[in-house]
């Protein structure tokens, strides 16, 4: 384990990618990870409208509806829906700190990593024992799903911010009934983008102990 000084990350602000080639570009950065080649990088974006179907989704035979386009995926989780509206989160870290030893551990860092970050936007957020994520009120706002190799990360968390009106609602997301997941915008809290992204990042080096180094268009 390394010592408790910040590691430093290039930050990657995409705008609208291909979920595909959004795959591609995370398996060539944890390549890249892996073999030291490159540090920490965190990927922003957003994808056109597409529902990951993920190994338990599979396993247990769950479907989203008709009227929605999918693509199978090696991320932990279930259904996760993606789209316009929705900051995608993709941090393609080797996780080899003290608080990191083991999945749970990960997961609960990129939980009260997004909680701290919408607080500092005045929302109350909260995890839920019912699933992983991240909660405002009853309802979810935040899905995370990982999947790991030699400790480097590939896939991530998604925070719904101002989704079109009834598509992520409209299917039982990561095991949980339909109308539970929804976004900021249809709980009456009103905020961009750009806002997300500059409280992630402000509370990054507090939460994760990473710094951003480097801030690429």
Known sequence: MVGQGMQPVSVLELGFVPYEKAVEEMKALQTKRIEGIIQDT???????????IGPRARNDGIIPPSGYRTV??????GLTWHGPGQLVAYPIFLWNRESEKN?????SKIEEWVIQSLNLLGIDA??????????????????????FLR?????GFTINYDTPAGR????????????????????????????????LLETMPRIIQRTNTEKED
Do not use: P
């Open 72 to 77: 199978n995926v090696d991320r932990g989780g």
């Open 42 to 52: 965190l990927l922003l974006l957003e994808h056109d409208e597409v529902v990951t």
């Open 151 to 155: 400790w480097v990360s590939r896939h």
């Open 168 to 199: 992520v609602e409209g299917f039982a997301g990561c095991g949980l009934h339909a109308q539970t997941t929804t976004s900021l915008s249809k709980m009456g809290y009103f905020v961009s983008k750009e806002k997300l992204v500059s409280a």
């Open 103 to 107: 999945v749970s551990e990960i997961i």
């Open 126 to 147: 909260h995890r839920d024992e019912r699933m992983q994520g991240v909660w405002v009120e009853n309802q979810k706002i935040c899905s995370i799903g990982l999947s």
